[in-house]
T-cell receptor, first 114, second 113 residues
Framework: EPEVTQTPSHQVTQMGQEVILRCVPI?????FYWYRQILGQKVEFLVS????????KSEIFDDQFSVERPDGSNFTLKIRSTKLEDSAMYFC????????????FGSGTRLTVV | KQEVTQIPAALSVPEGENLVLNCSFT??????LQWFRQDPGKGLTSLLL?????REQTSGRLNASLDKSSGRSTLYIAASQPGDSATYLC????????????FGKGTKLSVKP
């Protein structure tokens, strides 16, 4: 069964540092997403990406965040200057279609900002 | 603004019992509703997707129903097993959106042997 792969599984960073979270979506999927889950809270949408551009973003996804698909396989989330409140589990997901197929989620990157 | 609520927050049942998890949403203009399973410290596994035009979907021991008019979905698990212990999340895709999911907080299910 095809998988969405995320690296690293756990990252610890100092406040103010930049982090890049990496994802390899399923190869024939066209839609890519980042979500996050703060401990004990709901999974929250951050951003969706299609055809090499952002198609939608939430109010959480401010100027400190950016996404990129630098080649045909990777999809990255960059946080420019991390804050304590950025500590969360970050999930990447991909889908063939926005509405007719389910998502496949990766196993997540646990980001801890100290 | 779409809000998704799941009741109960936690549920403990003996093995073999049939059970129902509930999900409600405030805006009935959805494209679809999806159910996921989340194991501790892990990602989300897609279980079932119900399109807005459908009433139910089945996969093995799982059956999900959708009633758009009342803003409700249920996930029925038949003959529960200890391996079903996990958190179950429902999520709605809003009409007019670009396909992003709006999640409930989940129901944490524990099936006791």
């Amino acid at each position: 069964e095809p998988e969405v792969t995320q690296t690293p599984s756990h990252q610890v960073t100092q406040m103010g540092q930049e982090v890049i979270l990496r994802c390899v979506p399923i190869s024939n999927h066209l839609y890519f997403y980042w979500y996050r889950q703060i401990l004990g809270q709901k999974v929250e949408f951050l951003v969706s990406f299609y055809n090499n551009e952002i198609s939608e973003k939430s109010e959480i996804f401010d100027d400190q965040f950016s996404v990129e698909r630098p080649d045909g396989s990777n999809f990255t989330l960059k946080i420019r200057s991390t804050k304590l409140e950025d500590s969360a589990m970050y999930f990447c997901a991909s889908s063939k279609d926005r509405f007719n197929y389910g998502y496949t989620f990766g196993s997540g990157t646990r980001l801890t900002v100290v | 603004k779409q809000e998704v609520t799941q009741i109960p927050a936690a549920l403990s049942v003996p093995e073999g019992e049939n059970l129902v998890l509930n999900c409600s949403f405030t805006d009935s203009a959805i494209y679809n509703l999806q159910w996921f399973r989340q194991d501790p410290g892990k990602g989300l596994t897609s279980l079932l997707l119900i399109q807005s035009s459908q009433r139910e979907q089945t996969s093995g021991r799982l059956n999900a129903s959708l009633d758009k008019s009342s803003g409700r979905s249920t996930l029925y698990i038949a003959a529960s097993q200890p391996g079903d212990s996990a958190t179950y999340l429902c999520a709605a895709v809003n009409g007019g959106s670009q396909g992003n999911l709006i999640f409930g907080k989940g129901t944490k299910l524990s099936v006791k042997p």
